[in-house]
Antibody
Framework: VQLVESGGGLVKPGGSLRLSCAASGFIFSTYTMNWVRQAPGKGLEWVSSFVSSGSYKYYADSVRGRFTISRDNAKNSLYLQMNSLRAEDTAVYYC?????????WGQGTMVTVSS | DIQMTQSPSTLSASVGDRVTITCRASQNINNWLAWYQQKPGKAPKLLIYKASSLESGVPSRFSGSGSGTEFTLTISSLQPDDFATFYCQQYNSYPWTFGQGTKVEIK
């Protein structure tokens, strides 16, 4: 069971970035998948969830309208399209699977928003 | 939104100590409460789910208790590998929220 994030990097304020999370070792389509972020030296912040049943999507107020979560079950992949990026979006972004709680996490990908 | 408040923010303890961390929710979360351990530069690790259920593979010295709005994570005998930051999280309702974290340091 593994999650591997990619797509992070340095982007200017107002720019866009698309994060990916590749899943393996479990039936991806049956799980609610999530993004959680952690700003440097700060705590954990839930960002977004994509519920497997019903395809419901949820967002934190801090990213609603700027970020879009999506998934491709055929490719066992989760995505986070991030637009209109701000300095306060700088963080490590983790992909996490929800079973009982967030039981499987990726290693994280760093997003830095700076001019 | 449900606010999660952990105490203390920092805790100094010695190997072998019994350690207790408290998490308070701003409203009833029906025991949908998880505890995570995070070490520097690493992803969080699930320890406890549904307030008191031990995640597979987690040592039995970790335990969770509580209900409603008050929850506790207890480490019965602190080991060298346990020095880390611990977070509680409610997943009763969106937006899911985390406590601010409790750093357990070596005394």
């Amino acid at each position: 069971v593994q999650l591997v994030e990619s797509g992070g990097g340095l982007v200017k304020p107002g720019g866009s970035l698309r994060l990916s999370c590749a899943a393996s070792g479990f039936i991806f389509s049956t799980y609610t998948m999530n993004w959680v972020r952690q700003a440097p030296g700060k705590g954990l912040e839930w960002v977004s969830s994509f519920v497997s049943s019903g395809s419901y999507k949820y967002y934190a107020d801090s990213v609603r309208g700027r970020f879009t979560i999506s998934r491709d079950n055929a490719k066992n992949s989760l995505y986070l399209q991030m637009n209109s990026l701000r300095a306060e979006d700088t963080a490590v972004y983790y992909c996490a699977r929800r079973e009982s709680a967030f039981d499987v996490w990726g290693q994280g990908t760093m997003v830095t928003v700076s001019s | 939104d449900i606010q999660m408040t952990q105490s203390p923010s920092t805790l100094s303890a010695s190997v072998g100590d019994r350690v207790t961390i408290t998490c308070r929710a701003s409203q009833n979360i029906n025991n949908w409460l998880a505890w995570y351990q995070q070490k520097p530069g690493k992803a969080p690790k699930l320890l406890i789910y549904k307030a008191s259920s031990l995640e597979s593979g987690v040592p039995s010295r970790f335990s969770g208790s509580g209900s409603g709005t008050e929850f506790t994570l207890t480490i019965s005998s602190l080991q060298p590998d346990d020095f880390a930051t611990f977070y509680c999280q409610q997943y009763n309702s969106y937006p899911w929220t985390f406590g601010q974290g409790t750093k357990v340091e070596i005394k």
